[in-house]
Structures are given as C-alpha cells and as structure tokens.
Nanobody, 119 residues
Framework: QVHLVEFGGGLVQAGGSLRLSCVAS????????MGWYRQAPGKQRELVAE???????NYADSVKGRFTISRDNAKNTVYLQMNSLRPEDTAVYYC?????????????WGQGTQVTVSS
C-alpha cells in the first residue's frame, strides 16, 4: 500500500504562484512516472503535468510555460510549481504515481488539494 499526501493548495490572486508537493510513503521498491491532475467543478479530471523516472516531462498545453513539475527521488516527493496563475486554473489538484510494490506495478492517487485563483 502506498499513501500519497498533497500539500500547498490554497487561495491566490490571479498572477500569483503556488507550489504543490506530494509525498509518497509505504513499502515502495521503485517509482515510475509521477504526475499531477486536476478536476474543476463539472469537468473531467485532466492531466496537468507528468514526469517519468528518466526525467521526461509532459505538460497540458494550457499550463506550458507557467507550470513546472519536478521530483526529489530521495524524498519520494513530486512538486508542481505554478506561476502566473489564472482563474481557470481553479480546481482540485491530485497527485498520481506509478509504483513498484510487493504486489507489482500499481497506480495510486492522493486525496487532492484545492487550488482557487481569484480574479
């Protein structure tokens, strides 16, 4: 079992910045791709950014140039630096990770953290 806990959400004005953190804990043998997703009210969950264990990144077009994903493997932590925030970035942000555990490769999700951007 792997637990993902997100930190760093909150209320910010348009143009501001936030940094999300996601810490993984449990009986983890190795970590594959980790990423951030978001879900706004009435919308489907969408990929925001992902980062492979090899260092490759993938961003949603709407956040390219504004958001940066990074990870600290020693701390089992993935970050999302969000700059130039817009009201349309308002959503619950979820951390996702692919882990090699005793039972094999599994995907796990965090509980989500609310990000609200006021205009």
């Amino acid at each position: 079992q792997v637990h993902l806990v997100e930190f760093g959400g909150g209320l910010v004005q348009a143009g501001g910045s936030l940094r999300l953190s996601c810490v993984a804990s449990g009986n983890i043998f190795s970590i594959g791709t980790m990423g951030w997703y978001r879900q706004a009210p009435g919308k489907q969950r969408e990929l925001v950014a992902e980062l492979t264990s090899g260092g490759s990144t993938n961003y949603a077009d709407s956040v390219k140039g504004r958001f940066t994903i990074s990870r600290d493997n020693a701390k089992n932590t993935v970050y999302l630096q969000m700059n130039s925030l817009r009201p349309e970035d308002t959503a619950v942000y979820y951390c996702n990770g692919n882990f090699f555990v005793l039972a094999g490769r599994r995907d796990y999700w965090g509980q989500g953290t609310q990000v609200t951007v006021s205009s």
